[in-house]
Each structure stands twice: as structure tokens, then as C-alpha cells.
């Protein structure tokens, strides 16, 4: 089992940058494919991005240039570097560790992107 714990949200202006944090517990985190998912009040929570055990990553269009996953198994983390910032990315941030048919979330953190 795998218990996940976000940090890093906060209060940025439009155009900064935030780096999330994701710190992993548990055995076999290395085994997980890693994600990045958010949802924004009166929305469903969709993927952001994603880090599979082979390195591969994947973005969805909106924040392709501007974020960055990345992990260190050695420290069981998982990262999210968010620049250039947007009103539309505020949301509560997830992370999730998925692999075949077992998946676990961690809480959540806000980014709230406002002037």
C-alpha cells in the first residue's frame, strides 16, 4: 500500500511558478506509475500529467511548455514544476499512483492563481 501526501500549493500571480511536491510511503513505489490530476470548483478532477515507471511522460495540451512531472524514486517523490501560470490553472492538485487495477490518492493542495 501506498499512502501519498501533496505540498506546495499556494497563492501565485499570473505568470509564476509553483512546484508541487508529492512524498510517497509505503513498499514498491518505484513499481507505481505516477500522476498529476486537478480539479477546479463545480468540475470533475481531470489528469494533468503523468510519469510511468520507464521515465515516459505525458501532458495534456493546456500545460504542454509550462509544466514539468518529474520523480526521484530514491526519495519517493514526485514532482510537478507549474510556470508560467494561469488564471485557469487554479484548481486542487492530486496525486495518484496507479498500477494495473490498484490506484491511491493523496489530499489534495490548492493553486490558486489570482492578481
Known amino acids: 500500500q501506498v499512502q501519498l501526501v501533496e505540498s506546495g500549493g499556494g497563492l501565485v500571480q499570473p505568470g509564476g511558478s509553483l512546484r508541487l511536491s508529492c512524498a510517497a510511503s509505503g513498499s514498491g513505489f518505484s513499481l507505481y506509475n505516477m500522476a498529476w490530476y486537478r480539479q477546479a470548483p463545480g468540475q470533475q478532477r481531470d489528469l494533468v500529467a503523468s510519469?510511468?515507471?520507464?521515465?515516459?511522460?505525458n501532458y495534456i495540451d493546456s500545460v504542454k511548455g509550462r509544466f514539468i512531472i518529474s520523480r526521484d524514486n530514491a526519495k519517493k517523490m514526485v514532482y510537478l514544476q507549474m510556470n508560467t501560470l494561469k488564471p485557469e490553472d487554479t484548481a486542487v492538485y492530486y496525486c495518484?499512483?496507479?498500477?494495473?487495477?490498484?490506484?491511491?490518492w493523496g489530499q489534495g493542495t490548492q493553486v490558486t492563481v489570482s492578481s
Open positions: 510519469i510511468f515507471t520507464s521515465n515516459t511522460t
Open positions: 495518484k499512483a496507479f498500477y494495473l487495477w490498484t490506484a491511491y
